[in-house]
């Protein structure tokens, strides 16, 4: 499976199923009661025991309540997780690529509301009217046909695949989340702004905001500095340090490596209008669209739901790199980060996945249930798993093979006993 299907699945699947994985979600807010941080350790050394490893920072009003690492960063060599391990953050790089666009806005360099015919050529008369709105809020029916994140690929190709293939939809009417919508906005920011888009994003993103660890797959400066290998389904993916790119399967919609502080920073700059305006940070978080439910909605790069302490703004990123996961509870004016390197999806064919454990973000959605409940002791459950039912098939498939055996050694013997004359049994000459 392609690794740009695995964030495609992880995605949606995060999004479809979020209900699944704790207890039904309220939409009031209610008063949060404080756990000691050696509480919080505690709850996350056993999560850690369960699966997950990541760098982990939670702060409420302003006050850090943990900031830690829990479980390995890199298994073969036994390094251990720390706060300042850097770590690819997936789709997370969405949000970056959302805020880059309404920059340029800001600027009066583009709107929104322009169609892909103020910047591509020629294109189909049913993509020529797509808006970059409907880009931003995965509503503009484009296929995801791209490559997988580390397969060379230029941007020709991948724009070529993207608007060469059918649409999954009418523009504007339905929210399907897509990587190659952002895969065209990082296309767009480079047709604005002349420079390639890792550039303009380095430039006038990370470093204009002091991000002083977020950067792209490759880049020579994470060589003297703790970068986490990705797992999948338990398989080392070695360390995005060192991987290639990033090509256009992954560019404006993944790709990005970047620690627990950083984007704390990134946060804090956008809650404080320093990354851009109010007006525009107002449009980055807006409840732009419905998603696959009533009570989900999706911004620009950033999910709106409810949980029990109150609306979340929130987003996570899954891919060969892991799962991490950001969220922001409005009402408690809580931040939690959690930046994971293993994520499990495995599948009875391409399509259907019987376990999807997305470490990251199921922890943080356990969490916040637990925090509403003042009870640190449940513990996350996976995504989706059907192994409970496969388990049960298979045990009563099982009875029926052994009963089906049986009745049929039955019927054999009874026809020996009927058709066939035993043969008579003598003793040995010596007993005559």
Partial sequence: MHQSLYRVCVAMLTILLICSAVTPLSTSAQELRLPSRSALDAYFQRVSENGFAGAVLIVKNQHVLLRAGYGQANDSTGTAFTPETVVDVGSLAKQFTAAAILKLEEQGRLHVSDTLAAYFARL???????????????????????????????????????????????????????????????????????????????????????????????????????????????????????????????????????????????????????????????????????QDDTTLFYGYGWGIEPSPLGTVITHNGGSIGGNSDLAYVIDQDLLIILLGNRIVYRTLTEDLPFEVRLYASDTRRQLLANLATNDLTPLPSPTFTLLPAIALISAVLGLIVLVLIRASTKLSNGRAREGFALPETHPPASER
């Fill in 124 to 290: 189909p008369a049913d993509r020529a009217g797509i808006t970059l709105h409907q880009l931003l809020t995965h509503t503009a029916g484009l296929p995801n046909v791209t490559e997988d994140d580390l397969t060379p690929l230029s941007r020709e190709a991948a724009l070529g695949q993207i608007f060469g293939q059918p649409l999954t939809g009418v523009p504007g009417q339905a929210y399907h989340y897509c990587n190659a919508c952002y895969t065209v906005l990082a296309a767009i920011i480079e047709d604005v702004t002349g420079q390639p888009y890792p550039d303009y994003m380095r430039e006038k993103v990370f470093a204009a905001n002091r991000l002083r660890h977020t950067g792209f797959y490759g880049e020579a400066r994470w060589q003297n500095v703790a970068v986490a290998h990705g797992y999948w389904n338990g398989s080392d993916q070695g360390s995005p340090a060192v991987w290639a790119g990033p090509y256009w399967g992954v560019m404006g919609n993944g790709g990005v490596l970047s620690t627990v502080d950083d984007l704390r920073r990134w946060w804090e700059a956008l809650h404080n209008h320093r990354a851009l305006s109010a007006e525009q940070t107002e449009k980055l978080f807006a409840r732009h669209v419905p």
